[in-house]
């Protein structure tokens, strides 16, 4: 039962383009989104988050933007840089009991950006 | 200021050997996350901590996995005994406190059992 999920394994972006990331979930109940970046043989760098009671959160080149009817949430990246290369990870918390702060992740999408 | 901090790295260990990880959480946190991943089932929280306490272990796998937190900057997870599918790369993170979401990661361990 994957509650969180990133249908696209994997992106491929040329350098200055924007680079779209998409994110769908199931639970009614998560009320908070956040975006992780990921290097290889690193942890998850925390990126930019959203809560449930917005729309739209922007910081310098990404912007989250969540659609709660469709329960659907997408990272934009602009303008692409080579350096944005890296396993992107959606992830959704949910108020409430033991299930407050915890996160639950996405399988994750490649993100590409060729120079 | 220093991130979370893990120990070791790499570990490379045999069949039925205990095996322990180690982390140490930001200065200040008081919530601390443990987590696997692997290709099959990406990245799954195992257990949580708020205040050293544990509040969910729903996510450890079998009584093989333990976890504990003796003080507010220090947690261990034990494999005993360890088993060539608990190979993967186990990520501890920590949160500043229940009323925050965001986590913040360790480098990992990447465990393998042969």
């Known amino acids: 039962d994957q509650q969180v999920k990133q249908n696209s394994p994997s992106l491929s972006v040329q350098e200055g383009r924007i680079s779209i990331l998409n994110c769908d979930y199931t639970?009614?109940?998560?009320?908070?989104f956040l975006w992780y970046k990921k290097y290889p043989a690193e942890g998850p760098t925390f990126l930019i988050s959203?809560?449930?009671?917005?729309d739209k959160n922007e910081d310098g080149r990404f912007t989250v933007f969540l659609n709660k009817s469709a329960k659907h949430l997408s990272l934009h990246i602009v303008p692409s840089q080579p350096g944005d290369s890296a396993v992107y990870f959606c992830?959704?918390?949910?108020?409430?009991?033991?299930?407050?702060?915890?996160?639950?992740f996405g399988q994750g999408t490649i993100l590409t950006v060729h120079p | 200021d220093a991130g979370v901090i893990q120990s070791p790295r790499h570990e490379v260990t045999e069949m039925g050997q205990e095996v322990t990880l180690r982390c140490k959480p930001i200065s200040g946190h008081n919530s601390l996350f443990w987590y696997r991943q692997t290709m099959m089932r990406g990245l799954e929280l195992l257990i949580y901590f708020n205040n050293n306490v544990p509040i969910d272990d729903s996510g450890m796998p079998e009584d093989r996995f333990s976890a504990k937190m003796p003080n507010a900057s220090f947690s261990t997870l034990k494999i005993q005994p360890s088993e060539p599918r608990d190979s993967a790369v186990y990520f501890c993170?920590?949160?500043?406190?229940?009323?925050?979401?965001?986590?913040?990661f360790g480098p990992g361990t990447r465990l393998t059992v042969l």
């Open positions: 993170a920590s949160r500043r406190g229940q009323g925050y979401n965001e986590q913040f």
């Open positions: 959203i809560s449930s009671i917005k």
């Open positions: 992830a959704a918390s949910g108020a409430g009991g033991t299930s407050y702060g915890k996160l639950t």
């Open positions: 639970n009614s109940m998560f009320d908070y």
